[in-house]
């Protein structure tokens, strides 16, 4: 690494026996330990200027990074989240939520403190912070935003000592989670997601800041299969991406639970994100420019696109396994990545050509952060997802591995210090003299051939296809045209199989649109909120004439009245309707003999 440790940022690492700091000494990371204490919890500040973390001995410590001292210390040792204020005066912890006989109703658990006079300012009981999360500020601003219930109520910094001076409350029934935009520039909004009701569709709604009534909504999107979802803003906070997801497939096919990504606009646009090939939604990124975002979609071999604002794809990278999808600050590089499960490869892409420049293979990787300079990365093997094998690396995107740091324990957590990315030039050293730097992806593995045809001049080796469209394409080009016609038969006739009633030959879109028409009128029509529009059947003949229906009809009610004569001799009581039905036995069975007569 050609940077000086004075301005390259620096990695911390929490592990089983403490917290490291680790600074660069000529292109060598060199570990600072801060803390012999397992830490529960670590985190910077949005600038990096500060780090804060937890243990069982101090509790919370504020670090300055610039000199090393402590500038804020809490005895709450068993904090389990931390979050700095934009301006970096103010700082969340929560922990659990405990009660206890004396107080049956617990004590506040979420606490903002100020760091400068190292004072509690604000505290709520929050029991449950991976639906409700911590507070959330607008960037560049003073004003926070706390979900309570189905309530988010926002303050002022001085606000939080006074109570009832809230600046404003946005209250939505089944109001689950919310998300503040990241842009600094411009007119900021608040996206909330909203749950269901009673068989309703779920709904990500757009407000803008300081607006909270229904009357002043932004965007309104509304869809059915939504347990939760993830909203994702991009960095000028025009427009939001929300993958909504069940917990369950209905369908059976996926393990991760159905799964469907929708973009909304803060002017109103909204449109259903249509991807090309059936499977989970692993992962989707806006670019940093906020010009188009990225998806790795699909069954493995997954594919990944690029989209523009108009939900178009523009790009289309070839089938690979694939899970993750990562761009540098810059935006000009893209990692596409397959962790977990998968071989663990990095593919680095050239945004501006759409290229690939660099290929890497890290195994076991379960982390993946680009360094604020654009040009490194760094990949980890972290506990609990993997318990062998933990450590990190650090990568150069054209070079390759540069550092390899081992931990005999468990490593719970890497990361960069958050340098603005301003302060580095855009990396380019995949272009050289103008010219870019040919890259040649490894060659496929040769076809197995067995003993008995190896020399043979006719054989030829039998190649699997990398996916299913492949697969397809391929069969299609050895298929005879009446082959391929009598495909499209059996297809068309599954399909319409499949098919149910007024649905017939529509999108999984518009199935969509008829369930929310179905819905809707039935709420706000003339039969009442339980009533459903069905589509109309074609009228189905019997081959009976209405004589021959009544007598069928009198039959059976005549059959009911002898069952509830054989109740009456057994004991049973029956009910007022019951007793009037036995009373009608002779009306019934005169009106069954006059009919067979005539």
Known sequence: MSSSSSTFPCLVTRDKVGLNIYKWNDGIPEAQQQSQVECRVCTFSTDGSFFAYSDADIGVNVLNMATGESVLKLDLPRTLSLRFSPQNDLLSTWENFSATRENAYGKDNLRVFDVASKQLVYSVVQKDISVTGLPQWFPSTTECAVLTGNTINFFPNAGFKNAGAEIGHLHIEKLTKFELSPNVKGRQHVACFVRGNKGGPAS???????????TDILANKSFYKADQAQIKWNAKGAAVLVTALTEADTTGQSY????????????????????SKKGPIYDSKWSPDSNFFCVVFGF???KAALFNLKCDPIFTFKSAPRNECIFNL?????????????????????????????????????CFEWCPDGTHFLTGTTTPRLRVNNGFKTWHYIKGQESNINFEKSLFHVSWQPIPHQNFSLPNEHCKSGKAVNFQPAKAPAAYVPPHARGTPGYTPTIMALSDDEADTKSSQRMSKAALKNKRKRNNARKNENNNGACDGLSNEQQDAVKMAQYL???????????????????????????EKKMKNLRKKLQGIDKLKMQQKEGKVLEKNQMEKLQNEETMRAELEKLSLE
């Not at 990500?204 to 229904?214: E, V």
């Not at 499960?341 to 660099?358: C, F, H, P, Y």
């Not at 009442?528 to 059947?537: C, F, R, S």
């Open 256 to 275: 991760y639970g159905e799964q469907t990504l929708h973009y909304v606009s803060t002017k109103g646009d909204t449109s259903l994100v249509n991807l």
């Open 204 to 214: 990500i709604r757009l407000f803008p800041r300081g607006c909270y009534q229904q």
């Open 330 to 366: 810059h935006g000009n590089l893209l990692a596409l990545c397959g962790f977990g499960n998968l071989r663990g490869t990095i593919e680095v892409w050239d945004m501006a050509n759409k290229r690939q420049v660099s290929e890497h293979s890290a195994a076991d990787t379960t």
């Open 300 to 302: 493995m071999p997954s």
């Open 521 to 547: 009128l039935g709420n706000n029509g003339t039969g009442g909120g339980d009533k459903k529009v069905q589509p109309q059947a074609a009228p189905v003949s019997t081959g009976l004439s209405e004589k």
